[in-house]
């Protein structure tokens, strides 16, 4: 059993499209996040939801949205995508508190081209 | 503002030496320190983590770290590396804020490459 599971784990689109990556955790975990690691391997935060609630939303293009339909789903969606928007996105999850640290998704590679 | 620096950003070591990979981080209060593993293509395990009580903490794996309030450090250890070590390696620190509540974020520092040699 996949503990969180994002899909797809490659997506290659081109400039201009929309695009969507999907998050899931079985952990029962309250909180999730979405991190981007660029090409440097620099991981850094873009957002988190509590619950549903939007918690942090780092200095992120509002091309991108978050969406947490329920506290076990984070999905984010990206309007007119960019060059620069390439990169490995991973999800993951934790308790509020995070002393036990997160649990990450294996990550979505994506190309824009 | 919370920081992690890992000043090493490649190590070599051969197989059976001993490993030390430095961190250094910056927090307002008691922090949660962590570090991960990371695999060619794959997702970030946890390796260890320390929040209270003994300052030096086993993980999995037969890794190891000390966390050291007056130097602010965190430094991960291991006493005979073997081939399957060979990865990225990230620190990274978070923890409860003034109001005593955190919803968890974690900053991570910039990965420690490491090679092992046959």
């Known amino acids: 059993d996949t503990a969180v599971s994002q899909t797809p784990k490659y997506l290659v689109t081109q400039m201009g499209n929309d695009k969507s990556i999907k998050c899931e955790q079985n952990l029962g975990h309250d909180t999730m996040y979405w991190y981007k690691q660029d090409s440097k391997k620099f991981l850094k935060i873009m957002f988190s939801?509590?619950?549903?609630?939007?918690?942090i939303n780092e200095t992120v293009p509002n091309r991108f949205s978050p969406k947490s339909p329920d506290k076990a789903h984070l999905n984010l969606h990206i309007n007119s995508l960019e060059l620069g928007d390439s990169a490995v996105y991973f999800c993951?999850?934790?308790?509020?508190?995070?002393?036990?640290?997160?649990?990450f998704g294996s990550g979505t590679r994506l190309t824009v081209v | 503002a919370q920081s992690v620096t890992q000043p090493d950003i490649h190590i070599t070591v051969s197989e059976g030496a001993s490993l030390e990979l430095r961190c250094n981080y910056s927090?307002?209060?008691?922090?949660?320190l962590f570090w991960y593993v990371q695999s060619p293509g794959q997702g970030l395990q946890l390796l260890l983590k320390?929040?209270?009580?003994?300052?030096l903490v086993q993980g999995i794996k037969g890794f190891e770290a000390e966390f050291k309030r007056s130097q602010s450090s965190f430094n991960l250890r291991k006493p005979s590396v073997h081939w399957s070590d060979a990865a990225e390696y990230f620190c990274?620190?978070?923890?409860?804020?003034?109001?005593?509540?955190?919803?968890?974020?974690?900053?991570f520092g910039q990965g420690t490459i490491l090679t092992v040699h046959p």
């Open positions: 927090y307002g209060a008691t922090p949660y």
């Open positions: 990274a620190v978070g923890g409860a804020n003034a109001g005593g509540t955190s919803y968890g974020k974690l900053t």
């Open positions: 939801y509590n619950n549903k609630e939007l918690i």
């Open positions: 320390y929040f209270s009580g003994d300052t």
């Open positions: 993951a999850s934790s308790h509020p508190q995070v002393r036990g640290g997160y649990t």
